[in-house]
């Protein structure tokens, strides 16, 4: 070997890759390999070239040549597991940083195994082994790094989200806050923390600090401004409210709409807060004006397969007969749950949400003292912009989806059921939110029971016929004790209800959560006084 040829060809080889002058780069690291065949170093940094470049069977096979110079380098076998990573071969890559765990590893590199294992069982969604592995990375770490890694903070605090530990989700939140205290994401995201566990008195100052140490623009001042409204709206009626808490949401999110800064989905969103804020105070003309300011116009019947779920009045009385026989066995043998379906979602606002990103040194090399820079970065951000545009189109169902559930719940409350009606066609054919659905099938009966009541286009037998058969529908998915049988059994006793079939509809709420009861208990009377009345 010459080694002068060889030194220089590594010098000029990192040079290149510093510079993110990839070929060039593979062109020294190969001409190093023209003089050292089996060197590690020039072997490890020619796979993470081409990795860079996107060229995986060109990177397997360097990395493979250097696990074939020494096949018990723990290290070799680490770097060919993170290439396998990044082609997005997962079962390979955990194949292989299982294998780079049982081998000799350098100190830095074992640890870095359990975080990689950490990462793979976070994006498989389990959650409980990634955290393990985290553990794991930081037990392992003797550099004092872990702790202060704030990409693995944030991970962390993802997955107690995902789980709904929101305590250890804060701790998470205040120690990424106490690292980067200059960073508004921090802030973002521990407000949201906090007003999921509804600290409502720190959750404020939390903004306020954000004001004061983070905000360096207008547009963050915008983000700032829109989750201090989210906290109005959200903390009214709480002690934290000064009594003005509706009013104050109001006049902000009316400013925050005319503001210069935010983009139009951001803005979008803000006019739909509005809109329910303004049904809230009663301002319900106001909120249909706001809901339809953001509809493109399209609110006809999506196209779908017309079906007939008719039943005869024997089989009505046959259901009616035996329901209450089979749902308190079911109770009994605790089949079903009474509180199913009272699941709560979190959403945060784009800008107080972590970024995931891959870690620079996911590749080791022997020469611990060249920092690698960070790989297949192209491809990286190819894959999420893919999955932004999906999660762009998703996000854009979903809001569609409820300005029409605000609608139909506003011409329902202005009595113009013959628009109520419309929309509720629409909102039951909701494929993807199970309560937007129940809630239009009941819409429908409803609105055409009360058009029929005024001669208006509907006969009684229909509308009597459209509550038969929807009853007979709740009735099947309350037997289905899943998590959606809370909202069955909720529209179901509604409707004995407004048939003025009372005995009935007090059984079923005798199923329900207390705080369901005592509401339906009153919607029961109220049915009552109203058929006296008639």
Request: hydrophobic share 40%.
């Amino acid at each position: 070997m010459d080694i002068e040829v060889y030194n220089e060809a590594i010098a000029n080889a990192d040079l290149a890759f510093g510079n993110d002058k990839y070929e060039s780069a593979l062109k020294w690291f190969d001409k190093a390999l023209e003089e050292a065949p089996e060197d590690e170093y020039a072997l490890s940094k020619a796979g993470a070239v081409c990795v860079s470049m996107e060229r995986y069977e060109e990177a397997f096979n360097y990395f493979q040549r250097a696990l074939d110079a020494n096949p018990e380098n723990g290290d070799s076998m680490f770097n060919m597991a993170s290439a396998y990573f990044f082609a997005g071969d997962i079962p390979k890559a955990m194949d292989c940083y299982s294998k780079a765990e049982m081998m000799e590893c350098s100190e830095d590199v074992k640890a870095r195994i359990y975080y990689q294992l950490a990462m793979i069982c976070s994006l498989k969604e389990d959650y409980q082994a990634a955290l393990i592995n985290f553990q794991k990375y930081e037990d392992m770490d003797t550099t004092g790094t872990a702790a202060l890694d704030t990409d693995l903070i944030s991970e962390k605090l993802n997955i107690y989200l995902s789980l709904e530990d929101l305590d250890n989700a804060a701790k998470c939140a205040v120690q990424w806050l106490n690292l980067a205290p200059s960073d508004i994401r921090c802030y973002m995201v521990y407000f949201n923390v906090l007003m999921a566990k509804e600290d409502y008195a720190r959750a404020i100052t939390i903004l306020d600090d954000a004001l004061k140490y983070a905000v360096k623009g207008e547009n963050e001042k915008f983000a700032v401004d829109v989750s201090r409204a989210n906290y109005y709206i959200t903390a009214a009626g709480s002690q934290a409210d000064s009594g003005d808490f509706d009013e104050k949401g109001y006049e902000l999110l009316n400013q925050l709409i005319v503001s210069p800064y935010g983009s139009a989905e951001e803005k979008n969103e803000l006019v739909l807060a509005l809109a329910e804020l303004c049904i809230k105070l009663g301002k319900v003309e106001e909120a249909v004006d706001l809901l339809h300011m953001v509809t493109d116009g399209n609110t006809s019947e999506p196209e779908v397969p017309k079906t007939t779920n008719a039943v005869d009045s024997a089989e009505i009385a046959a259901m009616m007969d035996e329901d209450m026989e089979r749902m308190d066995a079911m109770l009994s043998s605790g089949e079903v749950d009474e509180n199913a379906g009272e699941y709560a979602a979190m959403n945060y606002d784009e800008s107080g949400n972590p970024v995931r990103e891959f870690p620079d040194d996911m590749f080791d090399v022997p020469r611990e003292q060249v920092k690698l820079p960070e790989l297949n970065e192209e491809a990286a951000e190819k894959a999420f912009a893919e999955l932004g545009n999906e999660m762009a189109q998703t996000r854009a169902a979903e809001f569609r989806d409820k300005v029409n559930f605000l609608l139909l719940s506003c011409y329902a409350y202005q009595e113009d059921f013959e628009k109520a009606l419309e929309y509720s066609h629409i909102v039951k054919h909701n494929p993807d939110n199970v309560h937007y659905a129940f809630f239009g099938r009941y819409s429908e009966a409803f609105c055409m029971m009360q058009l029929a009541k005024r001669n208006r286009g509907v006969t009684m037998e229909e509308a009597e016929r459209k509550y038969q058969e929807e009853i007979a529908f709740f009735r099947n998915e309350m037997m289905k004790t899943n998590e959606n049988a809370a909202y069955a059994l909720i529209f179901r006793t509604r409707m004995y209800a407004e048939l003025g079939k009372f005995t009935k509809a007090e059984e079923l709420s005798d199923l329900m959560a207390d705080s369901d009861k005592a509401a339906m208990t009153d919607y029961i009377a109220q049915c009552r006084q109203e058929m006296a009345q008639e």
